[in-house]
Nanobody, 124 residues
């Protein structure tokens, strides 16, 4: 059974950077992997996805600031976050799914495999 473990969260000031990591054990060969975030109980947002052929998708709110990548040799998914804003404050989750989604960003919170989350806090 695939397990995902996130790390790299923390507290930074606006304009700062963080890199989130998601270690997969074992490495899945899903259709899509990605990151979503949850700021409140009812506010969840797909942040970025990467599919099995490397196609990338980003939420408009993070385009140009966040970069998703995957290192198959290290069984790890990354999210490089630059120029962070207070609005980026949230719990960030890594997720994976073997199904093909027409809109993977929208589907991220419903992906079948997810990690426990890592908190990102950005102060102004």
């Amino acid at each position: 059974q695939v397990q995902l473990v996130e790390s790299g969260g923390g507290s930074v000031q606006a304009g700062g950077s963080l890199r989130l990591s998601c270690a997969a054990s074992p490495l899945p060969d899903p259709a899509t992997m990605g990151w979503f975030r949850q700021a409140t109980e009812f506010r969840r947002e797909g942040v970025a996805t990467i599919d099995s052929v490397g196609k990338l998708n980003y939420a408009d709110s993070v385009k140009g600031r966040f970069t998703i990548s995957k290192d198959n040799a290290k069984n790890t998914l990354y999210l490089q976050m630059n120029n962070l804003e207070p609005e980026d404050t949230a719990m960030y989750y890594c997720a994976a799914d073997f199904r093909v989604w027409a809109d993977p960003l929208r589907g991220l919170p419903n992906f079948r495999i997810r990690g426990q989350g890592t908190q990102v806090t950005v102060s102004s």
